[in-house]
């Protein structure tokens, strides 16, 4: 079987307790910290950036952390970010002015790189850098916001990306980000995906009732992926 990833979106979390947040999830199964960096000029929204992610690390989270650029530029804030702890460092093609740069950057700064499509944007980008990538994210909703719903087209696309990693004979792992959920996490892996990023369906949880809720809901969410036919 096909080894799965877990990566809860902090975006939804309760920024007033994030690191218990950070420290409930990772002990409840999660296997990646998914770090949304949003800038309000890229995408029409406002979060955190590597001031948070180096507290994270001081505060004692050793596992992966996967940021999630939607700034533009993305250069200037790359060493920031790779200086404060990040593991991934993975950026929209349309926010850089060279994507082969920012890759070699990323690389030059000790982290593993991404590459993220939007719902719209065509993955022939990635074409002529697969050599340079780590990991491939699909956007299954418009980037900016948690909570919205599963662009259903997605799964045509993480199944022309399988394709296009396993002929290209790299290394690269398949990311899915937005609107991901126990209904739908199965379908989404016997597309391609690997890696899962789910925000709302992981720290939106039945929050009064149960207080083992993330451990629930992420071993429902391994169970489907145990499921999949891969
Ligand atoms: O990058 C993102 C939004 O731009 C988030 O990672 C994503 O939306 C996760 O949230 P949810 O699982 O609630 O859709
Ligand atoms: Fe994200």
Redesign the pocket.
């Known amino acids: 079987m096909a080894e799965f990833k877990i990566a809860p979106?902090i975006?939804?979390a309760d920024f007033a307790r994030l690191g218990e947040e950070v420290d409930n999830v990772l002990a409840s199964g999660a296997d990646i910290v998914?770090f949304?960096v949003?800038d309000n000029h890229y995408?029409p929204n406002l979060t955190i950036g590597p001031l948070v992610c180096d507290a994270l690390r001081k505060h004692g989270v050793t596992h992966e952390i996967d940021v999630?650029l939607?700034v533009k530029p993305v250069d200037r804030i790359i060493p920031d970010f790779a200086q404060a702890g990040a593991t991934f460092i993975t950026f929209h093609p349309e926010a850089s002015e060279h994507i082969d740069r920012s890759l070699q950057l990323v690389k030059s700064e000790g982290c593993k790189t991404g590459l993220v499509f939007n719902p719209a944007t065509p993955l022939s980008l990635a074409e002529h850098v697969l050599d340079k990538v780590d990991r491939i994210l699909l956007?299954s909703?418009n980037?900016?916001?948690?909570?919205?719903k599963f662009i259903p087209h997605t799964l045509e696309k993480l199944r022309q990306a399988r394709k296009m990693i396993d002929e290209s004979g790299y290394d690269i792992d398949l990311e899915i980000?937005?609107?991901?959920n126990v209904n739908n996490i199965r379908e989404i892996a016997e597309a391609g995906a690997r890696t899962f990023?789910?925000?709302?369906?992981v720290f939106g949880a039945a929050k009064d009732s149960d207080p083992n809720r993330y451990e629930t809901v992420i071993a429902a969410l391994r169970e489907e992926l145990a499921k999949a036919n891969v």
């Open positions: 979106s975006l939804s998914h949304d949003m995408v999630h939607m956007m909703v980037p900016g916001f948690g909570g919205q980000d937005g609107g991901v990023v789910a925000g709302s369906a």
